[in-house]
């Protein structure tokens, strides 16, 4: 069956330090998204991709970047990580206009 | 901007009762998709249903049904028959276009968490 991953599922992390948060999905989509979901805010789009070496920015970009060097895999990169950038990373696809997105099962990452 | 404001914080349903959760919408594309999450208590997003901006018919899927009113911007989730397993946080998103057609990304609601009592 078709899926989508996530990796780590929980990550602790110092300020300043990068990290890469792992998202690979098995749908054949083009269309990958980032979102981070904090209380009282729902879930924002950091940065999405609508297929191979395509990235845009979301709502919430700032100190996040993406890379999009095949179909499967969407990875998010924390520059340098901040006490702020404390949440919960989902990342989902779909196959378009329509359609439902699939999101993975979310990472929980805490900068200390 | 785009918006969705789901101004119901929480709510409380006795189970096997309809609950109606609300959402409104700001935008002024012509087209433009509606969608419905749950969220249990286990963190994963489950889809629940779709509605184009273009569909005449409410959506429903099973117990689930979506109040579609277009004119006054709103996309109302409506659940019958609650049960014990619908207990979660619900999240209402919207799908913008843009002149290049559906943009496929999704604006959040800050979610209503629904509790359903026995």
């Known amino acids: 069956d078709a899926e989508i991953t996530q990796s780590p599922r929980h990550k602790i992390t110092e300020t300043g330090r990068q990290v890469t948060l792992a998202c690979h999905q098995t749908w054949n989509h083009n269309n990958m998204f980032w979102y981070r979901q904090d209380l009282g805010h729902g879930l924002r789009l950091i940065h999405y991709?609508?297929?191979?070496?395509?990235?845009n920015k979301g709502e919430v970009s700032d100190g996040y970047s993406v890379s999009r060097s095949n179909t499967e895999d969407l990875p998010l990169t924390l520059e340098s990580a901040a006490s702020s950038q404390t949440s919960v990373y989902f990342c989902?696809?779909?196959?378009?206009?329509?359609?439902?997105?699939?999101f993975g099962p979310g990472t929980r990452l805490t900068v200390t | 901007a785009q918006k969705i404001t789901q101004t119901q914080p929480g709510m409380f349903v006795q189970e096997k009762e309809a609950v109606t959760l609300d959402c409104t919408y700001d935008t002024s594309d012509q087209s433009y998709g509606l969608f419905w999450y749950k969220q249990p208590s286990s963190g994963e997003m489950i889809f629940l249903i779709y509605q184009g901006s273009y569909d005449e018919q409410n959506a429903t899927e099973g117990r689930y049904s979506l109040n579609f009113q277009k004119a006054r911007k709103s996309a109302n989730l409506v659940i019958s028959a609650s049960q014990l397993g619908d207990s979660a946080m619900y999240f209402c998103a919207m799908s913008p276009w843009n002149y290049g057609g559906a943009t496929n990304k999704l604006i959040f609601g800050t979610g209503t968490l629904l509790a359903v009592q026995p």
């Open positions: 991709s609508y297929g191979v070496q395509d990235t």
């Open positions: 989902a696809s779909t196959r378009g206009a329509g359609y439902e997105q699939y």
